[in-house]
């Protein structure tokens, strides 16, 4: 899809749709469009159009201006407008009209900009609500928006800040491809050939393999890879945009999750294919940042394998070691997420990082307390936990912070071993955190649990069914804000 900007009068942009975003109840403010047009409005605005929220009415243009069609769309009332209510109002409208069978679209942007927003949270909605996954569909849908015009003086701020929402709308695509992709054709050996896809002069990838994994003593990791045929792929990317300790985003990657020898119930396990969900937002994040030669050095880390209960597969009881000396009774082997971070977290402390991320479905628990609504957030430094806080509110993609107290330590020891890998039923999102917690030690490390909000099941304005690609633009914004 094409993009531009046009500094020409709405009137005279020539297009199948021209839309004209509204406060709640101001009916006057493109009124200098003419009397014809204003009447419209004003009918309108007497019954079926207020402005509220995410409202919408198509109708023919009048006589006399170029475009084919105006569509209104409500942005709320103006005391509460916000980056979002611009984005939700750019999917909203975008989707509309594809579904009506509009190619060529135009946006206004004078009302927008007199909110002191930025008309490319309008756009950035638009691009994020039209994602499409038609990869095993033979008839593909027809209905596609060809060109986006953006109605606005030209300026090199609009222009960057363009190709800034090009790039980073492109890296979410990106992430939901690679998650939407059935496990059949996203298998541990597709994802580091995906990863190696991404190497540049400043991002460099290597893939470890098993025989790594075991001279490292990767233990844990190990284990969960056991019971599969695919052959594991610690994946590892480098990027280099500027001196000093490295920050290390690790996404968890397990391709499909089937619980493992504690196999999950077959109701729904068709959507652990996005257990991967946590290593595509770190490998679109990666991308990103690369294309935009952010001024940071970054690590990002894939500990990719199935967990599946084959002949061989780790049983309940089981212990494994890890690369930091610690042994783990495996109690129950569909935990298997904080296995295989523990080691990457392990193998992250040989990059002396300024701090650790980790991005994961980690706990079914998540969805239980927030729902769909917020990555549930754990660390152990208030400065990067408060920074992460500041940049999902920036661009909504929320996080709600969970407690690691000391006492949960109780609920993960074990009889036999150095530390067990569940910590029963109640509190099973915060212990599977202390989990890590205890693997991280000292570095500053945050957990984002993304389990809640990676899969959409139903459409939100700008997120389609599927899989969300939370994280990749949460991630970036506390790059470029981090000192
Ligand atoms: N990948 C799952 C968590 C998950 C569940 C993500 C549902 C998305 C949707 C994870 O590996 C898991 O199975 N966790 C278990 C842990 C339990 C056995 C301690 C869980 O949360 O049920
Ligand atoms: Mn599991
Ligand atoms: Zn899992």
Known sequence: MKISVKNIRETNCICDALILPFVEGEAEFYRKFGTAFQKQIRKAFSKEFHGKRNELLLMPAPEGIKPERILLIGLGKKNEMSDERIRQAGGKAAVYLRDKGMKKIAVSTNLISSLKLSPLNFIEGALLGLYTFERYRKEKNSKKIESITVLSKISKRLSDELRWTETITSSVYFARDLINTPSNDMTPSDLAKTAVSLRQKNLSVKILEKKDAEKLGMGAYLSVAKGSKEPLKFIVLEYKGSKGNPLVLIGKSITFDSGGISLKPSDGMEKMKYDMAGGAAVLGVLKAVSALKLPVNLIGILPATENLPGGSATKPGDVAGTISGKTVEIINTDAEGRLILADAIGYAKRFKPRAIIDIATLTGACSIA???????????????????????????????EMPLFDEYKEY????????????????????????????????????????????????????????????????????????
Do not use: C
């Open 370 to 400: 927030l729902g769909n609504e917020a990555i549930a957030m754990m660390g152990n430094d208030r400065k990067l936990l408060d920074k992460i806080k500041q940049s999902a509110d920036n661009i909504y993609e929320r996080v709600w």
């Open 412 to 483: 993960i020891k074990s009889d036999i071993a150095d530390i067990k890998n569940t910590g029963g039923k109640t509190g099973s999102l915060v212990t599977a955190a202390y989990f890590l917690y205890e693997f991280a030690e000292k570095t500053p490390w945050v957990h984002l649990d993304i389990a809640g909000t990676a899969w959409v099941e139903k459409d939100k304005p700008y997120i389609p069914k599927g899989a969300s690609g939370i994280g990749v633009r949460l991630l970036i914004d506390l790059i470029k804000n981090i000192k």
